[in-house]
């Protein structure tokens, strides 16, 4: 595959997560934003444009961005300053997350709020997370600065997940797929979570082995998260193809 034919495709996949973050109410007005990394050292990626709905991103409409590149600010076409200094600093700072998506859906964002906003062992999707995710509590306002992407991206710790205290979450990932797996169940998790807390009952929180256990469970599955997004893309292909525009 030459590298035009890789970032087509990627544009592709990532225009369909757009859509289908729409399609489960995963989306926020015209902001938040996903991106992925074009070469192999992380310093150009694509993102939605500023102010684009994410029902109107199209493979070509993305926007190829490059982390060194800071004169992109000055332009008609500046991209949103606080997408750019969260997804400019997570490519920066990991290369190899390929894949960065940061959203604000409802039941993360809530347990995001939590003094304690751990998402505890409590069943197989709950526990996919266990020790997956980096836990930041010193939210410093709308990432207007760039002391805030950076602050951000050293959060990250490494790990897939980012609970953003008091905001929302983001997610990492080596493909589109796999990063949106990750969303998507994350947030399954996180609704699971906030539920039973609302029924006020002592938890029957699992082991930490069985957790561990889970979670390379989970791993022996990573082919699902490929069909599971192939199987959403077609639903798109069959009902609105203009992603593929
Ligand atoms: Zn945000």
């Known amino acids: 595959m030459n590298y035009h034919n890789k970032e087509r495709q990627l544009r592709v996949d990532l225009a369909a997560a757009f859509r289908i973050l729409h399609r489960l109410d995963m989306h926020e007005s015209v902001a938040n934003h996903l991106s992925a990394a074009v070469s192999d050292d992380g310093r150009t990626f694509l993102m939605n ?21 800071e004169s992109i600010l000055q332009r008609d ?11 400019r600093n997570i490519h920066r700072a990991y290369p190899g997350a390929r894949v960065v998506l940061h959203a ?20 197989n999707n709950t526990a996919r997370f266990y020790e997956r995710i980096a836990y930041d509590t010193n939210f410093g306002g709308i990432a207007n600065s760039e002391e805030e992407g950076e602050r951000i991206a050293e959060s990250l710790q490494g790990k897939p997940v980012l609970m953003m205290g008091n905001h929302g979450v983001t997610v990492v990932g080596e493909t589109v797929a796999e990063a949106f ?8 998790a996180c609704k699971t979570m906030i ?4 029924a006020g009952q002592p ?4 082991s930490d082995e069985l957790a561990r ?33």
């Open 104 to 123: 604000h859906p409802t039941y993360a964002t809530a347990l995001s709020t939590l003094k304690d906003p751990r998402l505890l062992p409590i069943d």
């Open 49 to 69: 444009r500023r102010w684009m709905h994410f029902c109107n991103v199209t493979a070509s409409n993305l926007q190829l961005l490059d982390v060194d590149d």
């Open 213 to 245: 256990e889970i979670v390379r469970g989970w791993d022996d599955f990573r082919g699902a998260s490929f069909a599971h997004f192939e199987q959403l893309k077609a639903e798109l292909d069959a009902t609105d193809p203009s992603y593929l525009n």
């Open 195 to 198: 539920l039973v807390y609302s």
């Open 181 to 188: 797996e990750d969303l998507y169940y994350l947030e399954k």
């Open 77 to 87: 076409d500046a991209p949103d300053i606080s997408a750019w200094n969260i997804h």
């Open 203 to 206: 938890l029957n929180i699992l």
